[in-house]
């Protein structure tokens, strides 16, 4: 059974109502309602009063009337009237009138104070209402869901598919950087026609990987016209070994030399061309370290 009508029957039956932090609504002894007056339907009695009082706070009596009317334990009963007053309290709040059904509807005017319009009595039998209820044959929309549906606020969407689309807009990238430098690779070796700087092993690998030892480092230095020299890095014989190797394994057509056997120099021979800011970057990013041109003599 709606709360609203609970409210109403209330006040026709103990001719007081209290509403916490809202104030007081009062009903004429004399005003007699009866269910069974289809005359009375629709009227707006004169006996209806209202003053404001937001000292109140706890209303005992009404929790026990609308937990015994609706089946409810207290508790219950107690969160549906404190949810019931929120939205009167926010309708209020932003200068709309909050109808009470068979009791009249409030108008916040200036704090603590309201102006309050009489409406008409409701006569039904709290049997008629419950059935009219559970096979949904009752005309008028729900008090608490029209409200609702007034002070609610839209939606916000949901803002996980930037997030995905930056992910993926990254991935494409290192697969454009992967794929230019591999191309560029592959030009290279078809272009060049004649040998390059290389390191060889003195012993056969088996996964002819070209993998090296420290011990068996041999040097050719061979000019190749048309090719710019990206050093990779510079470092001392282990390490530069070590990365040599690694290199090779993956698959990388590098290239190691040395002038004084104390610092080994990693380098790729890619073909001239404009566009060697756009290499150097990428090769920076798929090496970890920071790339750069040595101009040949």
């Known amino acids: 059974m709606k709360l609203a009508y609970l409210l109403a029957q209330y006040l026709y039956t103990h001719k007081r109502l209290d509403l916490p932090g809202i104030g007081t609504f009062t009903l004429d002894p004399s005003v007699i309602i009866d269910a069974d007056n289809s005359r009375q339907r629709n009227v707006m009695p004169e006996g209806i009063g209202f003053k404001s009082d937001p000292s109140i706070r706890e209303v005992p009596e009404l929790i026990s009337y609308i937990s015994a009317q609706t089946g409810k334990m207290k508790s219950l009963a107690i969160s549906d009237l404190e949810s019931h007053l929120e939205l009167v309290h926010q309708f209020l709040n932003i200068g709309k009138p909050f109808t009470f059904d068979g009791i009249g509807s409030l108008v916040k005017i200036r704090p603590g104070e309201f102006e309050f319009t009489p409406g008409a009595i409701i006569t039904e039998k709290a049997k008629e209402i419950a059935e009219k209820e559970v096979h949904g044959l009752s005309k008028k929309e729900s008090t608490d869901a029209k409200y609702q549906a007034f002070l609610a606020t839209p939606v916000a969407k949901s803002r996980w598919k930037k997030p995905v689309a930056v992910l993926l807009a990254i991935c494409g990238l290192g697969l454009a950087i992967w794929g230019g430098y591999t191309i560029a690779t592959r030009n290279a070796e078809e272009e060049a026609g004649v040998s390059e700087t290389a390191i060889e092993p003195s012993t056969p690998v088996t996964d ?65 061309s404009s566009d060697t800011t756009w290499k150097m970057d990428s090769l920076t990013v798929l090496s970890g370290r920071k790339v750069y041109i040595e101009h040949q003599n």
């Open 208 to 272: 002819s990987s070209r993998l090296i030892r420290p011990d068996s480092v041999t040097i050719q230095k061979t000019a190749i016209a048309d090719s710019y020299k990206y050093i990779l890095e510079v470092a001392r014989a282990n390490r530069a070994i070590r990365r040599f190797n690694q290199l090779k394994t993956n698959l990388w057509d590098v290239k190691m030399e040395t002038k004084d056997s104390v610092e080994y120099k990693l380098f790729l021979m890619l073909p001239a």
